[in-house]
């Protein structure tokens, strides 16, 4: 199945509801175009793509899905503003453009990530057409997966490492919560928001999105090696720039590649539960490990 209308659906599909969220003036307008500037860049909405395809397995209703679809690309933009920042990673570009604290000011990039988190609460908070027991249990999925004990927690990890030696289970461990909360997060709001969802059913999606999450960064790690800026859009070589430790670095290229196969088997064993229904998902896997940039 070749998925990428699908993808290009929803990816328009959460870009639009972003745009009215965002499209809302107020008093103040620096932090809400350092926002849309942040939000607006080129990303590839993985997360929410993972949030609308989630609901739709579980033969849910897209409209349910929005809210979810467009908090965790909220909280996901956020971060990386806060990423690129000079007290963490300090990145001039981000996507091919100048990062929000260039174009901007670092007060005015601080002040957009923080703004993008509180809104994403605001947006799972606002829905209402969702029973409220399943509105908890999203608000929770967001909170634990963006917070000290998911993506949060594995930024702060990183910084800690940078300059020194860790083995490969610590590295899995960083990145589990660095790049593979989030994605955890997309797929149990989405399946949440179908209200439809069994045990059986998450677990089955919760093994799919480790094993997609873990993908995802290696599949990083290898780009950061074999691209280039002007494809990536943001600085090649920045890994061993700021001497952090990868999967390439650890295991050596080869072995990566390895490491990726082996997740994307993973990824596609872990689905096939769900029959046919679950193409969609099987056809991301495999964009997720084959994608240049």
Excluded at 196 to 206: I, V
Excluded at 272 to 283: G, I, R, S, V
Aim: net charge negative; aromatic share 6%; proline share 3%.
């Amino acid at each position: 199945m070749d998925a990428k209308p699908l993808l290009q659906q929803y990816q328009r599909r959460v870009e639009h509801r972003l745009q009215t969220v965002l499209s809302r003036s107020g008093d103040a307008e620096k932090v809400r175009q350092a926002m849309q500037y942040s939000l607006f860049n080129g990303g590839k909405r993985v997360r929410p793509v993972l949030v609308y395809m989630a609901n739709q397995l579980l033969n849910g209703s897209l409209e349910h899905a929005d809210a979810a679809a467009c908090a965790i690309e909220c909280i996901h933009s956020y971060s990386l503003v806060h990423d690129d920042l000079p007290a963490m990673d300090d990145d001039a570009l981000r996507r091919g453009k100048p990062t929000c604290h260039i174009a901007f000011d670092e007060a005015t990039a601080i002040l957009a990530g923080d703004g993008l988190h509180a809104l994403a609460f605001q947006l799972l908070a606002d829905e209402h057409s969702l029973p409220a027991e399943i509105n908890l249990k999203m608000l929770r999925t967001l909170a634990f997966n963006s917070g000290y004990q998911g993506m949060v927690g594995g930024q702060s990890i990183d910084l800690c490492n940078e300059g020194k030696q860790i083995n490969i289970e610590q590295l899995e461990r960083m990145h589990r919560h660095k790049t593979g909360a989030l994605i955890n997060a997309s797929i149990e709001l989405g399946a949440l928001s179908s209200t439809r969802a069994t045990d059986a059913d998450l677990q089955a999606l919760n093994t799919y999105s480790r094993a997609i999450g873990l993908a995802f960064q290696v599949k990083d790690d290898i780009l950061d090696i074999e691209s280039n800026t002007e494809i990536l859009g943001k600085p090649q070589g920045s890994d061993l720039l700021h001497e952090k430790s990868t999967y390439p670095a650890l295991l050596g290229m080869a072995g990566a590649k390895q490491k990726l196969d082996q997740l994307n088997q993973q990824a596609h064993a872990s689905i096939e539960y769900f029959n046919a229904a679950a193409a969609p998902l099987h056809w991301l896997a495999d964009y997720i490990v084959e994608r240049q940039y």
